[in-house]
Each structure stands twice: as C-alpha cells, then as structure tokens.
C-alpha cells in the first residue's frame, strides 16, 4: 500500500523529511478494524512528531485525523461492520493515517456524519476530542446548559481546536464566549463560528476585557503556548475558575499564582485514553457519535478551511509548511491518493 513516512526527524524543507513509499498493508486483529484512508486532516502535532529524533531510524508515518471505510475487522470488534464509513484521530504510538490503510482501535473510531464526504469529515477527530475533553471533562462545564451565560476565554480561537471549540460551547453549554484572533479574516471566522466578542491576542488582553464588560473569566481555554499568557490568564480568571490549556508551558508556570483565587488548573492531551488504554476508552467514540449526529442535525458545521489535494509526500510537506507559520484558519486537509 502507499504511504508517506520518513526514516529521520528533519526540517520541513529537507529532501528525505516526506517521502512515498510502499509498505505492507496490516491485518486487522483484536478490537482493531483496518480502514481504507479516503482523507486526512494534518495537525499541529504532525510538526512537532517529525521533528523528534527516531532512535532507530526505522520508517514513521506521521498523520493523526482520517477519514475513511472498513474493509476488515478483528475477532473482537462488536462496534463495526465492513463498509461503515468512519472517523477517527487514532492513537500517537501507532502508526498513523497517512497511509493507504490504517488499524485504529474501534473505541477511537466512529461512524463518520452521513452528510459531510470524507474531507469534510477528516478535518473533525482530533479537535473535536480535544475541544469536548477540555470542555466539558477538564473545565468541568454542562453540557445541559446550567452554565449557560458564563464567560470562557478562548485563546487562540481560529485554528483547528478553537474552530469546533467555539460551536461546542455554543451549542451544548450555551456559554459567553470570548474568542482571541489577531487578524480581521481569523476574527470573522470565530465570529461565524458563535464567538460573541473577538479580542486580539496581540494586544492588552485585560483592557479588552474591561471594555467588554467582563473583567474577570469563569473558564479560560488556552490554545496556544500558555506561558506567554500566564500571568495575564492568572489575572482574569475568577475566584474559584477553572483553567485547561493544551499546550505545554515551554518555560516554568507558576501554579502558586492560582491559590489566592482557589482557581483549578487542567492539561488537556487528546492521545490520553488511547495510550494510556484507559478503562474509559470508549467515550472517545461515544463523543465522535454524537458530534456526528449533532452535525447531520445542522447544529455544527466542518471546520475545513483548506482542501490541499492528494495524498502524497509533496502535498503534506506543504501543509506542514503552512502550520508551522501558525497562522492556520480552520483545518487543511487531503483527500485521495
Ligand atoms: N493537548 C492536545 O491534546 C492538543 C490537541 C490539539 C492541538 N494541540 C496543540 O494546540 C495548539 C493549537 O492547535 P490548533 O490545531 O488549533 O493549531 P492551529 O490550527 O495551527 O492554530 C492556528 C491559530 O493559532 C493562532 N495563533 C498563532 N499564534 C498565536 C499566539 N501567539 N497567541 C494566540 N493565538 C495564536 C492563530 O490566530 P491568528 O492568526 O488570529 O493570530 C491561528 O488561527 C498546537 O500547539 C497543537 O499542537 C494540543
């Protein structure tokens, strides 16, 4: 079968960091169904995986977000049959989506919306469970609107993650959702997507807030590197807040900064169940289901900002290119082979 992999950690633009090669197609076996990739989504973790040092060198595809359908399954599988379409973002250890054929665990699978195709869908998996996990199991928030009319800050509300982030907490918890954006076309975005007020990211972040009314924050979500963001988080979070960032610190936070104000703090790592195998594995499909049926229902919409052609070492090599800029609207994806 086809794939694109690569046999050493380089730099974006070197010759062998994206290459198409032939490798053996899996067997399904256990829990696992072997899917026939029709597209991918590529995201922010594929840049920083590729450039982690292979020990061995031996061949790493990268490629965590597919869409695609069944075409065999193992003893154990009860979830699926041969010929469901479905969605998944896989698990970090394994090999990923970008390949012709790809075993995932059918606890981290689901059956894809029937009324998006499969670009549509592939852009979903991973931040949509990165998204629902910070929500509403970090911050805790209802999803049966008793928290409605809170206040959550989103930095960083246009990429993948603060793309389905926002439609959530509109359409599940009904919260006041502050979104930040730097530029007029990333700040429409949030807007469309049911961001109430846009902020600028760039500039003073509580002074923002001020003129908006809404000084402190019951719940900030931190998309990007959070300790440029630290103190002023720290600051507009409410007495007894609560905090989810899912991205590393990069540098030493200060947790004592949250105990005046009993605030709660939370990492959020998408790949937890599924590396861990946690007993609880199969909430991953249970949430993946029911943004499936929320988006046959009208209630959410495809995050694709961007449908990059086939799946090959060049297109991929392009996306990772782009991401890495940081400057990303909604998610890139690939479709065919
Ligand atoms: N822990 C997990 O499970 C998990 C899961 C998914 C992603 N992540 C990580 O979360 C981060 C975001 O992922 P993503 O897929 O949403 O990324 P993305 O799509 O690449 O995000 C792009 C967005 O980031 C915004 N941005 C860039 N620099 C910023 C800054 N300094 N401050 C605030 N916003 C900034 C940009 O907004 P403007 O253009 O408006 O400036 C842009 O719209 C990545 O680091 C990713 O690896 C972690």
Same mark, same amino acid.
């Given at each position: 079968m086809k794939a694109v992999g690569s046999y050493k950690a380089l %730099? *974006? #633009?070197? %010759?062998? %960091?994206f290459l198409d090669v032939e490798v053996d197609k899996p067997q399904a076996t256990g829990r696992n169904i072997l899917v026939e990739v029709k597209a991918i989504s590529v995201n922010p973790v594929d840049t920083k995986v590729r450039k /982690? $040092?292979?020990? #061995?060198e031996t061949l790493r595809i990268l490629g965590w977000d597919a869409a695609g359908v069944v075409t065999a399954i193992g003893d154990d599988v009860s979830m699926f049959e041969v010929g469901d379409e479905v969605y998944y973002a896989g698990c970090i250890t394994k090999p990923g989506s970008n390949s012709e054929y790809q075993l995932v665990d059918e606890r981290i699978a689901a059956k894809k919306p029937?009324? =998006?195709g499969f670009a549509e869908s592939a852009a979903l998996p991973l931040t949509t469970i990165t998204a629902w996990e910070a929500i509403f199991? /970090? =911050? +805790?928030?209802?999803? @049966? +609107?008793? #928290? %409605? @009319?809170k206040s959550i800050l989103m930095i960083g509300g246009a990429g993948g993650v603060g793309s389905i982030a926002i439609q959530l907490a509109r359409k599940l918890a009904n919260l006041n959702i502050i979104a930040t954006a730097s530029r007029k076309e990333s700040a429409d975005w949030c807007k469309a997507r049911g961001a109430d007020h846009v902020i600028n990211h760039y500039e003073d972040i509580p002074a923002q807030l001020d003129a908006l009314g809404l000084p402190m924050v019951d719940y900030v979500l931190c998309l990007t590197n959070i300790a440029g963001y630290w103190k002023t988080i720290t600051d507009v979070i409410k007495p007894q807040g609560k905090i989810c960032t899912i *991205?590393? !610190? !990069?540098e030493d936070g200060n947790l004592d900064l949250l105990k005046p104000k009993s605030a709660t703090f939370a990492f959020e790592f998408m790949f937890t169940r599924s590396m861990h195998q946690t007993d609880d594995m199969d909430e991953i499909n249970e949430l993946l289901s029911e943004t499936a049926a929320m988006i046959d229902d009208g209630e959410l919409v495809t995050?694709? +900002? #961007?449908?990059? +052609? $086939?799946?090959?070492a060049e297109n991929i090599r392009k996306v990772h290119a782009s991401i890495e800029e940081g400057r990303a609207i909604g998610k890139y994806v690939l479709e065919g082979w």
């Open positions: %730099a *974006v #633009d070197e %010759a062998e %960091a /982690r $040092p292979h020990p #061995d029937t009324s =998006l199991e /970090r =911050l +805790g928030v209802s999803k @049966g +609107g008793k #928290d %409605a @009319g *991205v590393d !610190f !990069f995050t694709v +900002g #961007d449908v990059s +052609g $086939p799946i090959n």
